[in-house]
């Protein structure tokens, strides 16, 4: 199992900043085991080193990218690095799995900010292990591993698709 494309665009400093099941195109292959990560209207060369955090509410700022695909650091006003596409996959991941996520209910209710308070918030409550809940523990391991995260994006990705790999051998 590869992550070619977010690899690729990563080794270039290039964040996507909006993965989503609307962003993954089937390949039409043996298994439908390949994606094309499409869409890039969104993406923006990395230029920082670090961080840089903002107070969404003083400073009346939006989430970049689409809400309930978000990772924490989108929605605390944090610069988004190529660690968050993956911990955006990892949620896309468990959806499939489970057929939604908890705050996707959130995402037409109130003003923006109230929205991403309100998400941020329920995101926080939810871990990978409980959002795996009724399937093996692995599932939600990726999202887990994901948000701990403070290695080079090289080591993150081999280990994603480590812990990739042990779902698929999940029955």
């Known amino acids: 199992m590869k992550l070619s494309a977010l690899e690729h665009v990563h080794k270039h400093d290039i964040v996507h ?3 989503k099941p609307q ?9 439908f085991s390949h994606f094309y990560l499409i869409d890039f209207g969104l993406a923006t060369h990395r230029l920082s080193v670090t961080p840089c955090e903002v107070d969404l ?13 978000a990772s924490l650091n989108a929605l605390n006003g944090i610069e988004l690095k190529p660690r968050d596409d993956i911990k955006s996959l990892a949620l896309v991941l ?8 908890p ?5 037409g209710a109130g003003s923006a900010l109230a929205r991403i308070l309100q998400i941020r918030s329920k995101m926080l409550s939810w871990d990978g292990l409980r959002l795996a809940e009724g399937h093996p523990s692995v599932f939600g391991e990726p999202l887990d591993y994901a948000r701990r995260w403070t290695l080079t994006i090289q080591l993150i990705t081999s280990a994603f698709v480590g812990l990739l790999k042990r779902c698929a051998t999940q029955k």
């Open 17 to 19: 900043h909006d993965v």
């Open 94 to 101: 468990l959806y499939l799995l489970r057929g939604d996520l």
């Open 103 to 107: 705050w996707h209910k959130l995402c």
């Open 23 to 31: 962003s993954l195109l089937p390949c039409e292959d043996t298994y």
């Open 57 to 69: 509410v003083k400073e009346s700022i939006n989430v970049f990218g689409t809400l309930s695909w």
